[in-house]
Structure formats: C-alpha cells, structure tokens
C-alpha cells in the first residue's frame, strides 16, 4: 500500500493551488465581485481535478482546454505530454489535432528545462491541416511530475497585448494544480505497480496472438519433423513455465534475454531459420543488473512483427552497456523496413488512440511501447527515457535508458 502521508501532503497543496489561482484573480482583479470569482475558479479547479485524475489521457485533456478557454482570453488552448499533442480546444483545434507530434521549438524549449515561457511576436507553426498557421501570441506552462517536465499547457491569443499579467498568472496556477493532480495519480500507479498487475495486463495483451501462432507451428512440424516439433513443445514448455515465474519479478537482464532468445526460437521456426538473425552483446558489468520483467522481449516482438520484409532477413541486435557512472542502456536496432520520424514519435506517445498510419511498423506497436516507456519512467526516475530513431527503409532502434541511482526497485 501507499503511505497516506504523501498522498495527504500532495492533495493539500492542490487545495493551496486552488486558493492561490482565487488570490491570483482577485489581486488583480480588484474591481470584480470576490465572491462571484471564488465560486467560479474553485468550481474550475474542482472540475479540472476530476478530469485529470487518471493522469494525462486523451479524454481528460480535452475537457480541460473545453473547460479554461472559458476561463482566459486565449483564442485556444492546447495540452501535450512529452512527444504529442493529447487535445486542442478553440480556433487551432484542427491544426493540432489529438496524436500530432510537438514541432515548435518554444515547447521543446518547456519540456526540457521545465519553466514558463511566452512570447508576443507573431511565431509560424507547422500545422496539420494547413500547412503552416501562424500564431500571434502565446503563454506555455509545464506539467510537472517529481520535478521532470511531462506534458505542456498552452494558451494562444489573437493579440500580443492579451498575454498579460493576469493571464499568465492563470496559465502558470492552472499548470501548478494539474500538475499536483498528476503527482497524486503517479503515487497511485506506483501502488499498483508493486503488485505487479501492470506487467500482467502487458503479457496479456501479448500472450494470445504468440500463443495461437506457435501452436500452430508446432502442429505443422508434427508431421515433417516430428523430433523438432517434440523439442519445440519441450521447450515451449519451459518458456511459458518461466513467464509465470518472472511475471511478478525482478530478474537479472541477462536472465531476460535468455527469455528473449527462447522468443526468438519459436518465431525462427515459424519464419525458417534463415529469415531472423540475432546478435547479443552484453557487458559483464551489468549482465546482473536487475530489471522489470518482459521490458525487452515486446521490443524484439515489435520488430519481429512489424520490422519484416517479405523477402529478406530480419536482422536484431540486442546490446546492454553501462552507460556513465549509474546509468545502463538497453539498445534493440534493427535492419528492417523502419518508419517515419511522425510514426516514430507517436509510438511513445501517451495518447493511445493516435490515428494510425500505412507504415508497416505503425499499427498496433504503440500500446506495447508506450506501456515499456510509461514502466521505465516510473521506475527509474526523470533521467531516464525511451528513444526511437529510425527512417524508411533503414531498420529501427529503440534505446531504454535506466537510472539505476533512482531506481526504486530495490
């Protein structure tokens, strides 16, 4: 269980954002009814707890920018987490639609170093329905979670003068009380991560296609090569005997791409040994260093589903590596048919429901990544992150890397 203290101590300081978005409005706001403000900003504030206490979806981002382009001046209100747009409400709605990734460089600009920032001189943005778009004026606030930028809020005004003391305050004690809430709903899913249910759910997304598909390979070999299929069945056996006994564990890397490499054999035997390559290079210094189970298989799983041609050989290197003083990068690149920089960026993205697109590897991998990248987030602290570089036609990595001097695993 959690310890309430945290909880306790979290929920208080979204009350004092409440009351300091009230003390915000009225100090500068000296000639509007008192009464007629507190009502109306703790109403907000109460609202905009409820919509974003199951962290930063989708759904709960669309009815806060529905929900505070009544309360600012803005022309639009926009909410990302760290790769996408999740929701857009007013005038740019169409121009940043849900699952759009982030292209202008003020919000990057947020994310990374975590402070406010706004400007008041005309800025030309990529948009995705027309073009480009240009926006007069705007104030971008970060969503913070211990300390690491998350998300953005963002307010855009038709008028450089509308970016006012009033209405940055409002943006900034808006980003404060969202962001308290997002601190709250992370105590939350680090109390269900102890029990483990997170990787189950993760396993059985998976499971059932694997499952059916290496029956199946099975069957066939039981009339051409019986031998192998009885050795196949042995070991499949054993493969599924140690997903079980890992499901709820820590294990040593190494130990998870043994697991990986069992993976691997079923699929080999599925394809033809000729269609799937692997190399493994492990550093002895951290072959023991102890990860969430089932964080690299769905890695090898994706590419092996979605990274091979029809004609030509899939080939998958798996690398482990320290990576300064308490850092580990885990690396799966592959030589396949790669993606997009737009698809590549979609695949962390917390928005589940982003459209889909034509590219081989863009249907159906973004759950099983973002789940991966959503784990390492949470159990390793805000130094470390999930990376995707690829292009068409020149294979893909997909890069963890794991601070294991804020790890709360052990």
Known sequence: MVDSKPLATVFACALLCAFLLIFIFLSLNPDILRSQYTEQTLSSASEMLEDIKDGL???????????????????????????????????????????????TPATHYVLEHGIVQSFTHAVDVKSETRGHREIPAGIIAPLKVRGKAVGTLKFYYRRSHEVNRTQYALASGFAELISTQLAIHELELQSELTARAEVRALQAQINPHFLFNTLNTIASLTRTEPLRARELLREFASFYRATLDNSGSLIPVSREIEQTLRYLTFEKARFGEDRIGVNVDIDEEVEDTLVPAFVIQPLV??????????????????????????????????????????????????????????????????????????????????????????????????????????????
């Open 57 to 103: 979806t989708p759904e709960g981002a669309e009815a806060i920018c529905r929900r505070l382009l009544t309360e600012t001046r803005a022309m639009a209100i926009a909410m990302t987490d760290d790769t996408c747009v999740l929701a857009c409400a007013g005038d740019l709605a169409s121009d940043f639609p849900p699952g759009s990734p982030i292209h």
């Open 301 to 410: 799983e994706n590419a092996v589903r979605h990274a091979m041609g029809d004609e030509d050989p899939l080939h998958i290197d798996i690398s482990v590596a320290p990576e300064g003083e308490s850092m580990v990068e885990i690396q799966v690149k592959d030589d396949g048919v790669g993606m997009d920089e737009q698809t590549a960026a979609r695949l962390f993205c917390t928005q589940r429901k982003a459209p889909r697109t034509d590219t081989p590897q863009g249907g159906g991998a973004g759950v099983a990544m973002h789940n991966i990248a959503d784990r390492i987030a949470r159990f390793y602290g805000p130094r470390s992150s999930t990376q995707v570089i690829s292009s068409p036609g020149a294979g893909t990595s997909v890069v963890l890397h794991l601070d294991l001097q804020k790890s709360i695993l052990e």
